[in-house]
Protein backbone atom coordinates (compact mmCIF):
# COMPACT_ATOMS: atom_id res chain seq x y z
CA UNK A 1 0.00 0.00 0.00
CA UNK A 2 2.18 1.90 1.30
CA UNK A 3 4.82 2.40 -1.77
CA UNK A 4 2.01 3.99 -4.49
CA UNK A 5 1.25 6.93 -2.21
CA UNK A 6 2.86 10.08 -1.68
CA UNK A 7 2.68 10.98 1.70
CA UNK A 8 3.89 14.22 1.76
CA UNK A 9 0.88 15.73 0.28
CA UNK A 10 -1.66 13.95 3.12
CA UNK A 11 -3.55 16.94 4.17
CA UNK A 12 -3.57 16.14 8.11
CA UNK A 13 -4.93 19.34 9.44
CA UNK A 14 -6.11 22.68 8.37
CA UNK A 15 -6.00 25.89 10.41
CA UNK A 16 -7.33 29.41 9.54
CA UNK A 17 -5.65 33.11 11.02
CA UNK A 18 -8.23 35.87 9.85
CA UNK A 19 -8.66 35.25 6.39
CA UNK A 20 -6.11 32.96 5.46
CA UNK A 21 -6.03 29.45 5.53
CA UNK A 22 -2.92 26.98 6.17
CA UNK A 23 -2.89 23.68 5.28
CA UNK A 24 -0.68 20.75 7.42
CA UNK A 25 0.24 18.08 4.78
CA UNK A 26 3.06 15.49 5.09
CA UNK A 27 2.84 12.27 7.63
CA UNK A 28 6.80 11.66 7.77
CA UNK A 29 7.57 15.44 7.97
CA UNK A 30 5.21 18.24 8.24
CA UNK A 31 4.57 21.45 5.76
CA UNK A 32 2.65 24.49 7.04
CA UNK A 33 1.68 26.33 3.33
CA UNK A 34 -0.62 28.92 3.46
CA UNK A 35 -3.64 27.80 0.81
CA UNK A 36 -7.00 28.64 -0.27
CA UNK A 37 -10.80 26.77 0.12
CA UNK A 38 -10.43 25.71 -3.37
CA UNK A 39 -7.21 24.32 -2.94
CA UNK A 40 -8.49 21.99 0.43
CA UNK A 41 -11.44 21.44 -1.19
CA UNK A 42 -9.84 18.37 -3.69
CA UNK A 43 -8.55 16.75 -0.02
CA UNK A 44 -11.20 14.28 0.28
CA UNK A 45 -10.76 14.86 4.71
CA UNK A 46 -11.10 18.81 4.50
CA UNK A 47 -14.44 19.14 5.88
CA UNK A 48 -14.05 16.15 8.50
CA UNK A 49 -11.17 18.07 9.76
CA UNK A 50 -13.77 21.36 10.25
CA UNK A 51 -16.14 18.30 11.61
CA UNK A 52 -18.43 19.03 8.79
CA UNK A 53 -19.91 15.30 7.74
CA UNK A 54 -22.15 16.30 4.47
CA UNK A 55 -25.77 16.35 4.16
CA UNK A 56 -29.08 14.58 5.33
CA UNK A 57 -29.61 11.74 2.88
CA UNK A 58 -32.87 11.21 0.70
CA UNK A 59 -34.52 8.43 -0.96
CA UNK A 60 -37.37 5.68 -1.13
CA UNK A 61 -37.80 4.57 1.98
CA UNK A 62 -35.12 6.30 3.44
CA UNK A 63 -35.02 7.98 6.51
CA UNK A 64 -33.17 9.30 10.13
CA UNK A 65 -33.29 8.67 13.51
CA UNK A 66 -30.90 9.77 15.71
CA UNK A 67 -28.87 8.14 18.33
CA UNK A 68 -27.64 9.88 21.20
CA UNK A 69 -26.35 12.84 23.13
CA UNK A 70 -27.37 10.22 25.86
CA UNK A 71 -27.33 7.23 25.83
CA UNK A 72 -26.59 4.00 27.56
CA UNK A 73 -23.81 2.20 25.06
CA UNK A 74 -22.26 5.45 24.86
CA UNK A 75 -19.21 6.20 27.11
CA UNK A 76 -19.11 9.93 26.37
CA UNK A 77 -22.28 12.37 24.77
CA UNK A 78 -22.58 12.33 21.06
CA UNK A 79 -25.12 12.39 18.58
CA UNK A 80 -25.34 10.56 15.52
CA UNK A 81 -27.69 11.25 12.49
CA UNK A 82 -28.44 7.71 11.16
CA UNK A 83 -29.83 6.87 7.76
CA UNK A 84 -31.12 3.88 6.90
CA UNK A 85 -34.39 2.08 5.17
CA UNK A 86 -34.33 -1.10 7.76
CA UNK A 87 -31.40 -2.77 9.40
CA UNK A 88 -28.40 -1.23 6.78
CA UNK A 89 -27.25 1.77 7.67
CA UNK A 90 -26.45 4.14 4.46
CA UNK A 91 -25.24 7.15 6.05
CA UNK A 92 -23.99 8.27 9.67
CA UNK A 93 -23.51 12.30 10.12
CA UNK A 94 -22.33 12.65 13.85
CA UNK A 95 -22.73 15.65 15.75
CA UNK A 96 -19.63 15.64 18.37
CA UNK A 97 -19.86 19.25 19.57
CA UNK A 98 -22.75 18.30 22.38
CA UNK A 99 -20.04 18.35 25.26
CA UNK A 100 -17.64 20.82 23.77
CA UNK A 101 -16.47 23.28 26.31
CA UNK A 102 -14.86 25.53 24.60
CA UNK A 103 -11.95 25.26 26.59
CA UNK A 104 -10.15 29.08 26.31
CA UNK A 105 -6.37 28.83 26.53
CA UNK A 106 -4.98 31.79 24.43
CA UNK A 107 -3.63 34.40 27.22
CA UNK A 108 -2.49 31.55 29.56
CA UNK A 109 0.90 31.90 30.48
CA UNK A 110 2.55 27.67 30.13
CA UNK A 111 1.54 26.51 33.23
CA UNK A 112 -1.93 27.49 33.40
CA UNK A 113 -2.35 25.94 29.86
CA UNK A 114 -0.65 22.67 30.46
CA UNK A 115 -3.41 22.04 33.58
CA UNK A 116 -5.84 22.69 30.29
CA UNK A 117 -4.43 20.55 28.23
CA UNK A 118 -3.78 17.71 31.08
CA UNK A 119 -7.67 17.90 31.01
CA UNK A 120 -8.85 17.97 27.18
CA UNK A 121 -9.29 14.54 27.03
CA UNK A 122 -7.57 12.67 30.22
CA UNK A 123 -7.09 9.01 29.05
CA UNK A 124 -4.38 10.84 26.93
CA UNK A 125 -3.24 13.48 29.46
CA UNK A 126 0.27 12.36 29.54
CA UNK A 127 0.34 12.55 25.55
CA UNK A 128 -1.26 16.18 25.55
CA UNK A 129 0.75 17.18 28.41
CA UNK A 130 4.09 16.33 26.95
CA UNK A 131 3.34 17.61 22.85
CA UNK A 132 2.66 20.79 24.45
CA UNK A 133 5.18 20.90 26.90
CA UNK A 134 7.39 19.91 23.70
CA UNK A 135 6.06 22.87 21.59
CA UNK A 136 6.92 25.21 24.86
CA UNK A 137 9.98 23.73 25.57
CA UNK A 138 11.58 24.02 21.65
CA UNK A 139 10.22 28.09 21.49
CA UNK A 140 12.10 28.73 24.92
CA UNK A 141 15.11 26.55 23.93
CA UNK A 142 15.27 24.22 26.83
CA UNK A 143 17.54 20.78 26.63
CA UNK A 144 15.81 18.06 28.37
CA UNK A 145 17.75 16.29 31.05
CA UNK A 146 17.50 12.12 29.07
CA UNK A 147 15.81 10.92 32.37
CA UNK A 148 13.40 13.09 32.19
CA UNK A 149 12.48 12.05 28.71
CA UNK A 150 13.02 8.36 29.21
CA UNK A 151 10.55 9.09 31.71
CA UNK A 152 8.39 10.90 29.62
CA UNK A 153 8.30 7.76 27.11
CA UNK A 154 7.03 5.73 30.37
CA UNK A 155 4.78 7.41 30.78
CA UNK A 156 3.15 7.11 27.15
CA UNK A 157 3.49 3.44 26.40
CA UNK A 158 1.74 3.45 30.59
CA UNK A 159 -0.76 5.20 28.85
CA UNK A 160 -0.83 3.24 25.67
CA UNK A 161 -1.09 -0.19 27.53
CA UNK A 162 -4.04 1.14 29.25
CA UNK A 163 -6.13 2.71 26.52
CA UNK A 164 -5.69 -0.74 24.21
CA UNK A 165 -6.51 -2.78 26.90
CA UNK A 166 -9.70 -0.61 27.44
CA UNK A 167 -10.65 -0.53 23.47
CA UNK A 168 -10.01 -4.45 23.63
CA UNK A 169 -12.29 -4.65 26.63
CA UNK A 170 -14.80 -2.44 24.96
CA UNK A 171 -14.71 -4.48 21.44
CA UNK A 172 -15.00 -7.61 23.77
CA UNK A 173 -18.12 -6.36 26.01
CA UNK A 174 -19.76 -5.48 22.76
CA UNK A 175 -19.81 -9.26 21.14
CA UNK A 176 -21.18 -10.30 24.68
CA UNK A 177 -17.78 -12.11 25.56
CA UNK A 178 -18.06 -11.50 29.61
CA UNK A 179 -15.31 -13.36 30.76
CA UNK A 180 -13.07 -12.06 28.47
CA UNK A 181 -14.21 -8.60 29.12
CA UNK A 182 -13.93 -8.52 32.80
CA UNK A 183 -10.34 -9.60 32.85
CA UNK A 184 -9.46 -7.44 29.73
CA UNK A 185 -10.86 -4.31 32.67
CA UNK A 186 -9.39 -5.72 35.76
CA UNK A 187 -6.34 -5.78 33.93
CA UNK A 188 -6.93 -2.25 33.03
CA UNK A 189 -7.86 -1.26 36.64
CA UNK A 190 -3.91 -2.81 37.46
CA UNK A 191 -2.25 -1.01 34.92
CA UNK A 192 -4.08 2.10 36.45
CA UNK A 193 -2.91 1.09 39.88
CA UNK A 194 0.56 0.52 39.00
CA UNK A 195 0.41 4.17 37.34
CA UNK A 196 -1.09 5.19 40.47
CA UNK A 197 1.52 3.63 42.85
CA UNK A 198 4.79 4.73 40.18
CA UNK A 199 3.27 8.61 39.28
CA UNK A 200 0.75 9.49 41.98
CA UNK A 201 -2.24 9.61 40.10
CA UNK A 202 -3.96 7.54 37.86
CA UNK A 203 -4.06 9.43 34.94
CA UNK A 204 -0.79 11.40 35.08
CA UNK A 205 -2.16 15.08 36.54
CA UNK A 206 0.13 17.29 38.08
CA UNK A 207 3.58 15.33 36.79
CA UNK A 208 4.61 16.76 33.59
CA UNK A 209 6.39 20.37 33.86
CA UNK A 210 8.27 22.18 31.63
CA UNK A 211 11.83 20.33 31.23
CA UNK A 212 10.77 18.70 34.12
CA UNK A 213 8.86 16.54 36.47
CA UNK A 214 7.28 18.06 39.49
CA UNK A 215 7.38 15.33 41.89
CA UNK A 216 9.73 12.33 42.46
CA UNK A 217 9.33 9.48 40.44
CA UNK A 218 11.01 6.02 41.18
CA UNK A 219 10.28 3.26 38.39
CA UNK A 220 12.20 0.95 40.04
CA UNK A 221 10.07 -2.53 39.68
CA UNK A 222 7.58 -1.42 36.94
CA UNK A 223 9.70 -3.43 34.75
CA UNK A 224 9.04 -6.50 36.15
CA UNK A 225 5.20 -5.54 36.87
CA UNK A 226 4.75 -4.72 33.42
CA UNK A 227 5.78 -7.94 31.94
CA UNK A 228 4.09 -10.03 33.77
CA UNK A 229 1.31 -7.94 32.63
CA UNK A 230 2.01 -8.45 29.45
CA UNK A 231 2.28 -12.20 29.91
CA UNK A 232 -0.95 -12.55 31.24
CA UNK A 233 -2.60 -10.23 28.61
CA UNK A 234 -0.97 -12.40 25.53
CA UNK A 235 -2.52 -15.60 27.68
CA UNK A 236 -5.96 -13.47 27.30
CA UNK A 237 -5.57 -12.69 23.70
CA UNK A 238 -5.12 -16.09 23.06
CA UNK A 239 -7.72 -17.12 24.03
CA UNK A 240 -10.07 -14.44 22.79
CA UNK A 241 -8.98 -14.55 19.44
CA UNK A 242 -9.79 -18.17 19.30
CA UNK A 243 -13.70 -16.80 20.06
CA UNK A 244 -15.57 -17.47 17.07
CA UNK A 245 -18.22 -15.01 17.80
CA UNK A 246 -15.53 -12.24 18.59
CA UNK A 247 -14.15 -12.44 15.53
CA UNK A 248 -16.65 -13.38 13.44
CA UNK A 249 -18.07 -9.85 14.65
CA UNK A 250 -14.88 -7.88 14.00
CA UNK A 251 -13.61 -9.33 10.56
CA UNK A 252 -14.95 -7.10 7.85
CA UNK A 253 -16.47 -4.56 10.07
CA UNK A 254 -16.04 -0.99 9.04
CA UNK A 255 -13.26 -1.38 6.48
CA UNK A 256 -11.47 1.78 6.38
CA UNK A 257 -8.25 2.32 4.63
CA UNK A 258 -7.44 5.96 3.99
CA UNK A 259 -4.07 7.35 4.48
CA UNK A 260 -5.09 10.47 5.80
CA UNK A 261 -6.21 8.19 9.10
CA UNK A 262 -3.95 8.10 12.14
CA UNK A 263 -2.63 5.37 14.53
CA UNK A 264 -3.83 1.98 14.70
CA UNK A 265 -6.06 2.64 12.28
CA UNK A 266 -3.83 3.54 9.62
CA UNK A 267 -1.65 0.60 10.73
CA UNK A 268 -4.36 -1.51 10.38
CA UNK A 269 -4.66 -0.62 6.84
CA UNK A 270 -1.06 -1.39 6.17
CA UNK A 271 0.44 1.53 6.25
CA UNK A 272 3.53 1.84 7.98
CA UNK A 273 3.85 4.84 9.97
CA UNK A 274 4.20 5.67 13.47
CA UNK A 275 4.74 9.11 15.01
CA UNK A 276 7.31 7.47 17.73
CA UNK A 277 9.69 6.47 14.58
CA UNK A 278 9.36 9.86 12.26
CA UNK A 279 9.03 12.70 14.96
CA UNK A 280 12.74 13.05 17.21
CA UNK A 281 10.76 14.77 20.05
CA UNK A 282 11.49 12.12 22.13
CA UNK A 283 14.54 9.64 21.91
CA UNK A 284 12.90 6.50 20.73
CA UNK A 285 15.80 6.03 18.97
CA UNK A 286 17.39 4.75 22.20
CA UNK A 287 14.60 1.91 22.01
CA UNK A 288 13.81 -0.97 20.02
CA UNK A 289 10.17 -1.42 18.84
CA UNK A 290 8.38 -2.56 15.71
CA UNK A 291 5.81 -0.65 14.09
CA UNK A 292 2.50 -2.91 14.43
CA UNK A 293 0.35 -3.34 10.92
CA UNK A 294 -2.19 -5.31 9.20
CA UNK A 295 -3.88 -5.22 5.99
CA UNK A 296 -7.42 -5.47 6.34
CA UNK A 297 -8.30 -2.16 7.53
CA UNK A 298 -11.39 -3.88 9.18
CA UNK A 299 -12.42 -3.53 13.14
CA UNK A 300 -10.53 -7.03 13.99
CA UNK A 301 -7.41 -5.44 12.01
CA UNK A 302 -7.56 -2.45 14.35
CA UNK A 303 -7.80 -5.12 17.38
CA UNK A 304 -5.08 -6.98 16.41
CA UNK A 305 -2.60 -4.01 15.63
CA UNK A 306 -3.78 -2.66 18.88
CA UNK A 307 -2.82 -5.90 20.84
CA UNK A 308 0.71 -6.53 19.28
CA UNK A 309 1.52 -2.48 20.17
CA UNK A 310 0.59 -3.16 23.53
CA UNK A 311 3.24 -6.04 23.98
CA UNK A 312 5.46 -3.84 22.17
CA UNK A 313 4.90 -0.79 24.44
CA UNK A 314 5.58 -3.70 27.77
CA UNK A 315 8.89 -4.29 26.14
CA UNK A 316 9.48 -0.78 25.42
CA UNK A 317 9.13 -0.04 29.48
CA UNK A 318 11.17 -2.91 30.42
CA UNK A 319 14.24 -1.41 28.35
CA UNK A 320 13.70 1.78 30.11
CA UNK A 321 13.56 0.68 33.67
CA UNK A 322 16.10 -1.81 33.16
CA UNK A 323 18.37 1.38 33.27
CA UNK A 324 16.40 3.98 34.79
CA UNK A 325 14.93 4.27 38.57
CA UNK A 326 14.31 7.19 40.56
CA UNK A 327 13.85 10.66 38.62
CA UNK A 328 14.12 13.89 40.70
CA UNK A 329 11.67 16.89 40.53
CA UNK A 330 13.09 19.99 39.31
CA UNK A 331 11.06 23.14 38.16
CA UNK A 332 11.79 25.33 35.66
CA UNK A 333 10.02 28.55 35.65
CA UNK A 334 9.47 30.05 31.96
CA UNK A 335 11.02 33.18 31.44
CA UNK A 336 8.20 35.98 30.83
CA UNK A 337 9.29 37.62 27.47
CA UNK A 338 9.72 34.61 25.28
CA UNK A 339 7.97 34.77 21.58
CA UNK A 340 7.72 32.35 18.86
CA UNK A 341 5.84 29.61 17.24
CA UNK A 342 6.44 25.91 17.29
CA UNK A 343 4.93 22.37 16.68
CA UNK A 344 5.18 19.18 17.91
CA UNK A 345 4.10 15.81 16.96
CA UNK A 346 3.05 12.83 18.96
CA UNK A 347 2.11 9.26 18.70
CA UNK A 348 -0.95 9.12 21.37
CA UNK A 349 -2.58 5.92 21.94
CA UNK A 350 -5.15 6.47 18.81
CA UNK A 351 -2.52 8.00 16.68
CA UNK A 352 -0.86 11.02 15.92
CA UNK A 353 -1.53 14.17 17.53
CA UNK A 354 -1.13 17.77 16.27
CA UNK A 355 -0.32 20.81 18.38
CA UNK A 356 0.71 24.06 16.69
CA UNK A 357 1.31 27.40 19.63
CA UNK A 358 2.78 30.47 19.21
CA UNK A 359 3.96 32.11 22.36
CA UNK A 360 4.01 35.82 22.97
CA UNK A 361 5.39 37.39 25.96
CA UNK A 362 5.14 34.25 27.63
CA UNK A 363 1.79 33.70 26.91
CA UNK A 364 -0.53 31.89 24.17
CA UNK A 365 -1.65 33.71 21.66
CA UNK A 366 -2.40 31.25 19.07
CA UNK A 367 -3.12 27.57 19.39
CA UNK A 368 -3.60 24.81 16.51
CA UNK A 369 -4.58 21.19 17.85
CA UNK A 370 -5.49 18.36 15.82
CA UNK A 371 -6.85 15.26 17.67
CA UNK A 372 -6.38 12.06 16.67
CA UNK A 373 -10.18 11.19 16.83
CA UNK A 374 -10.37 14.40 14.59
CA UNK A 375 -8.42 12.60 11.86
CA UNK A 376 -10.12 9.62 12.13
CA UNK A 377 -13.57 10.19 12.47
CA UNK A 378 -14.19 10.18 8.34
CA UNK A 379 -12.82 6.54 8.69
CA UNK A 380 -15.62 5.77 10.57
CA UNK A 381 -17.96 7.60 8.84
CA UNK A 382 -16.99 6.07 5.37
CA UNK A 383 -16.74 2.79 6.56
CA UNK A 384 -19.34 2.01 8.38
CA UNK A 385 -21.92 3.03 5.55
CA UNK A 386 -23.21 -0.20 3.96
CA UNK A 387 -22.48 -2.31 7.62
CA UNK A 388 -25.54 -3.00 9.80
CA UNK A 389 -26.90 -1.53 13.07
CA UNK A 390 -25.53 -4.03 15.49
CA UNK A 391 -21.84 -2.97 13.72
CA UNK A 392 -22.25 0.24 14.92
CA UNK A 393 -20.35 -0.45 18.57
CA UNK A 394 -17.80 -2.16 17.00
CA UNK A 395 -16.93 0.21 14.41
CA UNK A 396 -17.22 3.02 17.04
CA UNK A 397 -14.79 1.38 19.23
CA UNK A 398 -12.40 -0.38 17.18
CA UNK A 399 -11.02 3.38 16.41
CA UNK A 400 -10.38 4.45 20.16
CA UNK A 401 -12.41 7.60 19.67
CA UNK A 402 -12.72 10.29 22.23
CA UNK A 403 -15.28 13.07 22.32
CA UNK A 404 -13.79 15.57 25.04
CA UNK A 405 -10.83 15.93 22.16
CA UNK A 406 -12.91 17.10 19.28
CA UNK A 407 -14.25 19.81 21.06
CA UNK A 408 -12.81 23.33 20.35
CA UNK A 409 -9.62 24.69 22.06
CA UNK A 410 -9.26 28.02 21.83
CA UNK B 1 -14.72 -22.60 27.02
CA UNK B 2 -12.97 -25.13 29.17
CA UNK B 3 -9.93 -22.18 29.06
CA UNK B 4 -11.45 -19.50 30.30
CA UNK B 5 -12.97 -21.88 33.24
CA UNK B 6 -9.08 -23.26 34.19
CA UNK B 7 -7.88 -19.27 33.91
CA UNK B 8 -11.04 -18.27 36.22
CA UNK B 9 -10.24 -21.15 38.70
CA UNK B 10 -6.51 -20.07 38.44
CA UNK B 11 -6.84 -16.24 39.04
CA UNK B 12 -9.32 -16.94 42.28
CA UNK B 13 -11.16 -13.79 43.71
CA UNK B 14 -10.19 -10.26 42.66
CA UNK B 15 -12.94 -8.41 44.41
CA UNK B 16 -11.95 -5.91 46.78
CA UNK B 17 -13.61 -6.60 50.78
CA UNK B 18 -14.79 -2.90 50.45
CA UNK B 19 -16.72 -1.29 52.29
CA UNK B 20 -15.99 -4.10 55.10
CA UNK B 21 -12.38 -4.36 54.18
CA UNK B 22 -10.03 -1.34 53.41
CA UNK B 23 -9.58 0.46 50.38
CA UNK B 24 -6.74 -0.83 48.14
CA UNK B 25 -4.06 0.28 46.10
CA UNK B 26 -5.64 4.25 46.16
CA UNK B 27 -3.85 6.80 44.23
CA UNK B 28 -2.69 9.16 46.65
CA UNK B 29 -3.08 12.57 44.62
CA UNK B 30 -6.90 11.44 44.59
CA UNK B 31 -7.33 12.15 48.38
CA UNK B 32 -7.69 14.96 50.51
CA UNK B 33 -4.39 17.10 50.77
CA UNK B 34 -3.77 18.18 54.21
CA UNK B 35 -1.01 20.61 55.46
CA UNK B 36 2.13 19.42 56.17
CA UNK B 37 4.13 22.55 56.08
CA UNK B 38 3.91 25.99 55.99
CA UNK B 39 4.54 28.32 53.05
CA UNK B 40 2.55 30.28 50.19
CA UNK B 41 0.02 28.11 47.68
CA UNK B 42 -0.57 29.39 44.14
CA UNK B 43 -3.73 26.75 44.01
CA UNK B 44 -5.21 27.46 40.22
CA UNK B 45 -9.40 27.11 41.56
CA UNK B 46 -8.80 28.59 44.85
CA UNK B 47 -9.74 25.14 46.65
CA UNK B 48 -7.02 26.30 49.69
CA UNK B 49 -8.64 28.68 52.04
CA UNK B 50 -6.30 28.89 54.93
CA UNK B 51 -5.28 25.81 56.35
CA UNK B 52 -8.18 23.58 54.24
CA UNK B 53 -8.74 22.29 51.05
CA UNK B 54 -12.31 22.28 49.42
CA UNK B 55 -11.74 19.39 47.58
CA UNK B 56 -15.15 20.22 45.53
CA UNK B 57 -12.57 23.01 43.64
CA UNK B 58 -9.31 21.06 44.01
CA UNK B 59 -8.16 19.85 40.70
CA UNK B 60 -5.48 17.51 41.81
CA UNK B 61 -2.71 19.13 40.36
CA UNK B 62 -0.26 18.91 43.27
CA UNK B 63 0.59 22.19 42.98
CA UNK B 64 0.48 22.38 46.70
CA UNK B 65 2.79 19.24 47.48
CA UNK B 66 5.58 21.59 48.72
CA UNK B 67 3.18 22.81 51.80
CA UNK B 68 0.65 19.86 51.41
CA UNK B 69 0.56 15.75 51.59
CA UNK B 70 -2.66 13.67 50.49
CA UNK B 71 -4.28 12.15 53.29
CA UNK B 72 -5.00 8.91 51.27
CA UNK B 73 -8.78 8.85 52.78
CA UNK B 74 -11.01 7.84 50.17
CA UNK B 75 -14.33 8.63 51.91
CA UNK B 76 -14.43 12.19 50.72
CA UNK B 77 -17.99 12.74 48.83
CA UNK B 78 -21.11 14.99 51.06
CA UNK B 79 -24.56 13.30 51.11
CA UNK B 80 -26.94 15.45 51.45
CA UNK B 81 -29.45 13.37 50.98
CA UNK B 82 -30.12 9.55 51.03
CA UNK B 83 -32.79 7.14 50.32
CA UNK B 84 -33.11 3.49 52.03
CA UNK B 85 -35.61 2.46 49.79
CA UNK B 86 -32.65 2.08 47.09
CA UNK B 87 -30.59 -0.15 49.74
CA UNK B 88 -31.31 -3.52 47.85
CA UNK B 89 -31.28 -2.46 44.19
CA UNK B 90 -30.19 0.87 43.40
CA UNK B 91 -30.14 1.71 39.11
CA UNK B 92 -27.77 4.82 38.07
CA UNK B 93 -27.92 6.54 34.84
CA UNK B 94 -24.83 8.26 34.10
CA UNK B 95 -24.66 11.68 31.93
CA UNK B 96 -21.27 13.33 30.86
CA UNK B 97 -22.31 16.63 30.85
CA UNK B 98 -18.83 17.74 29.66
CA UNK B 99 -16.02 15.52 30.63
CA UNK B 100 -12.44 15.38 30.22
CA UNK B 101 -13.13 11.45 29.85
CA UNK B 102 -11.58 10.59 33.58
CA UNK B 103 -14.53 10.59 35.58
CA UNK B 104 -16.38 8.65 32.92
CA UNK B 105 -13.92 6.11 33.18
CA UNK B 106 -13.48 5.94 36.75
CA UNK B 107 -17.51 5.50 37.51
CA UNK B 108 -17.19 2.93 34.66
CA UNK B 109 -13.99 0.89 36.67
CA UNK B 110 -16.33 0.34 39.07
CA UNK B 111 -18.54 -2.72 36.73
CA UNK B 112 -14.52 -4.76 36.88
CA UNK B 113 -13.82 -7.31 39.25
CA UNK B 114 -11.92 -5.58 41.43
CA UNK B 115 -14.63 -3.33 42.35
CA UNK B 116 -17.84 -5.12 41.20
CA UNK B 117 -20.61 -2.77 42.36
CA UNK B 118 -23.18 -5.37 41.74
CA UNK B 119 -22.61 -7.79 44.42
CA UNK B 120 -23.35 -4.41 46.61
CA UNK B 121 -26.80 -3.96 44.52
CA UNK B 122 -25.50 -1.66 42.56
CA UNK B 123 -26.51 -1.41 39.04
CA UNK B 124 -25.82 0.70 36.00
CA UNK B 125 -28.98 0.96 33.18
CA UNK B 126 -29.22 2.05 29.75
CA UNK B 127 -31.92 4.32 30.45
CA UNK B 128 -32.90 6.93 32.53
CA UNK B 129 -36.61 5.74 32.67
CA UNK B 130 -35.17 2.43 34.69
CA UNK B 131 -32.83 4.72 37.05
CA UNK B 132 -33.12 5.86 40.51
CA UNK B 133 -30.34 8.01 40.79
CA UNK B 134 -28.44 10.39 37.72
CA UNK B 135 -24.72 10.28 37.96
CA UNK B 136 -23.84 13.58 36.47
CA UNK B 137 -19.84 13.65 35.05
CA UNK B 138 -17.98 16.99 33.86
CA UNK B 139 -18.92 20.59 33.30
CA UNK B 140 -22.39 21.64 31.92
CA UNK B 141 -21.71 22.51 27.73
CA UNK B 142 -24.02 24.85 26.37
CA UNK B 143 -25.53 22.07 24.20
CA UNK B 144 -25.84 19.52 27.53
CA UNK B 145 -27.65 21.54 29.46
CA UNK B 146 -31.57 21.18 27.77
CA UNK B 147 -30.14 17.40 27.61
CA UNK B 148 -29.46 17.30 31.15
CA UNK B 149 -32.63 18.45 32.30
CA UNK B 150 -34.86 16.55 29.84
CA UNK B 151 -32.73 13.37 31.33
CA UNK B 152 -33.00 14.18 35.06
CA UNK B 153 -37.17 14.49 34.24
CA UNK B 154 -37.42 11.53 32.16
CA UNK B 155 -36.07 9.50 35.73
CA UNK B 156 -39.39 8.77 37.97
CA UNK B 157 -39.89 9.80 41.23
CA UNK B 158 -38.36 8.96 44.19
CA UNK B 159 -34.60 10.20 43.02
CA UNK B 160 -31.30 10.79 43.77
CA UNK B 161 -28.86 13.68 41.79
CA UNK B 162 -25.17 13.10 42.15
CA UNK B 163 -22.65 15.56 40.74
CA UNK B 164 -19.14 13.31 40.39
CA UNK B 165 -15.87 15.01 39.91
CA UNK B 166 -14.76 18.63 40.64
CA UNK B 167 -16.17 19.74 37.56
CA UNK B 168 -19.82 18.35 38.06
CA UNK B 169 -19.10 19.91 41.76
CA UNK B 170 -17.85 23.19 41.12
CA UNK B 171 -17.49 23.83 37.58
CA UNK B 172 -13.43 24.19 38.40
CA UNK B 173 -10.94 25.62 35.12
CA UNK B 174 -14.32 24.52 32.83
CA UNK B 175 -17.26 26.41 33.14
CA UNK B 176 -20.67 25.65 34.76
CA UNK B 177 -21.24 22.91 37.63
CA UNK B 178 -24.26 20.64 37.89
CA UNK B 179 -25.20 22.20 41.14
CA UNK B 180 -26.04 25.63 39.40
CA UNK B 181 -28.63 23.39 36.93
CA UNK B 182 -29.77 20.81 39.23
CA UNK B 183 -30.62 20.22 43.03
CA UNK B 184 -27.73 18.03 43.82
CA UNK B 185 -28.33 15.57 46.41
CA UNK B 186 -24.84 14.21 46.81
CA UNK B 187 -21.29 15.33 45.78
CA UNK B 188 -18.31 13.50 45.04
CA UNK B 189 -14.99 15.38 44.61
CA UNK B 190 -11.92 14.47 42.92
CA UNK B 191 -10.41 14.84 39.50
CA UNK B 192 -11.31 12.55 39.00
CA UNK B 193 -12.70 10.94 41.83
CA UNK B 194 -11.27 7.34 42.78
CA UNK B 195 -13.15 4.78 42.19
CA UNK B 196 -13.54 4.05 46.09
CA UNK B 197 -14.52 7.25 47.11
CA UNK B 198 -17.45 6.54 43.88
CA UNK B 199 -18.21 3.56 45.71
CA UNK B 200 -19.05 4.87 49.09
CA UNK B 201 -20.84 7.49 47.83
CA UNK B 202 -23.31 5.33 45.68
CA UNK B 203 -23.45 3.27 49.29
CA UNK B 204 -24.05 6.07 51.80
CA UNK B 205 -26.86 7.29 49.33
CA UNK B 206 -28.89 3.75 49.28
CA UNK B 207 -28.42 3.86 52.75
CA UNK B 208 -25.46 1.31 53.28
CA UNK B 209 -25.35 -1.67 52.37
CA UNK B 210 -28.56 -4.31 52.03
Known amino acids: ?410 | LKNWFVYGIKKGVVTTKYPSGKAEDVAAWSTKPVRVSGGQVDCPTSAICGGDVNMAKCICCGRCSDSFAPNDVVELAEVRMNNSSFKRSFHIYILDAGSCGACNLEVQALGNPLYDLNRLGIFFTNTPRHADALLVVGVVADAMRDVLVETYEAIPEPKLVFAVGSCASSGTLFGLSVTKVLKTDIIVPGCPPNPYTILDALIRAKGGVK
Request: proline residues 2%; aromatic residues 10%; neutral net charge.
Open chain 1, 1 to 410: VSRNLNYSDILTGVFQEGDKYYAVKGLDKTIIEETGVTQLEKYENFHALKLEFGSELKGTEVFCFTYGPTAGGLTESIGFDVYTYGERILRVIPKPLYKNRNIKISGLNVSDALLRFERYNAVFSSSYSIAFLRCAERIVGLDVEQDVQLLRIVMLELERISHHLYVLGRLSEAASQNVATANLFALRETVLRLISKHFGHRYFFGINGLAAISRDVDVGGLGNEIKSLSREFMVLWDMLSESRIFVDRLQTTCIAKQPWMVGPALRAAGHNHDTRESDHSLPYKDVYFEVQTHGDGDSLGRAIVRANELLESAQIIQQITDKLKLVKKRRIILDASCDGGAICRLESPSGDLLILIKLSGGKLSNIYLRSPSKANLLGFVNGISSNVFTDFHFAWESFGFWVSELGDIL
